[in-house]
């Protein structure tokens, strides 16, 4: 069965880089895409970018100067670098499969000094 | 950028009602909607995916439907377990995007 799951540290200094790493089991990279979510505590959700079967990926305009994803498909990990972090991006941050089907189960980021 | 927007905002309700939330998209998404529900501390579940194709394992008082942009969900006889945060994704083209969220409640 598909199972994702976000690990990383809980707390980033501010201005420091946020690196999370999605370990996936149950389906293929090279055949699925897997994106990341994140939602700040109390609010919506919002889709940060992600990478196809292929390799490419995508980005949110808001984010695409500090953001990277990638993967080892050898190790089913998709890998999320995100640098300059600033308070607003505390949040918990999700990776989904499979047209957003399957999430894992979310991991708190606390951006704070 | 594509809009979702997503009303109500909040909603609360009797058991047995029936309750609709829509998103309205700023431009043609065709069927590229999908719904999601949220408990607290959850990550979303998927409910409907291609604007109307239920998910496995979800109940099939959950339904939705697509009139031009606007897109509804909607749930037949509200449960005891339905409460939580509804919300709407267009995955037609990135950005991809989701509606702000409705808050259901038992009332």
């Known amino acids: 069965q598909v199972q994702l799951k976000e690990s990383g540290p809980g707390l980033v200094q501010p201005s420091q880089t946020l690196s999370l790493t999605c370990t996936v089991s149950g389906f293929s990279l090279t055949s699925n895409s897997v994106h990341w979510v994140r939602q700040p505590p109390g609010k919506g959700l919002e889709w940060m970018g992600g990478i196809w079967g292929d390799g490419s990926t995508d980005y949110n305009s808001a984010l695409k100067s500090r953001l990277s994803i990638s993967r080892d498909t050898s190790k089913s990990q998709v890998f999320l670098k995100m640098n300059s972090l600033q308070t607003d991006d505390t949040a918990i941050y999700f990776c989904?499969?499979?047209?957003?089907?399957?999430w894992g189960q979310g991991t708190l980021v606390t951006v704070s000094s | 950028d594509i809009q979702m927007t997503q009303s109500p905002a909040s909603l609360s309700a009797s058991l047995e009602e029936i309750v609709t939330i829509t998103c309205q998209a700023s431009?043609?998404?065709?069927?590229?909607l999908a719904w999601y529900q949220q408990k607290p501390g959850k990550s979303p579940q998927l409910l409907i995916y291609g604007a109307t194709s239920l998910a496995d394992g979800v109940p099939s008082r959950f339904s939705g439907s697509r009139s031009g942009t606007q897109y509804s969900l909607k749930i037949s006889r509200l449960q005891v377990e339905d409460p939580g945060i509804y919300y709407c994704l267009q995955g037609y083209s990135a950005p991809y995007t989701f509606g702000a969220g409705t808050k259901l409640e038992l009332k």
């Open positions: 989904t499969s499979d047209w957003f089907a399957y």
């Open positions: 431009q043609d998404i065709g069927n590229w």
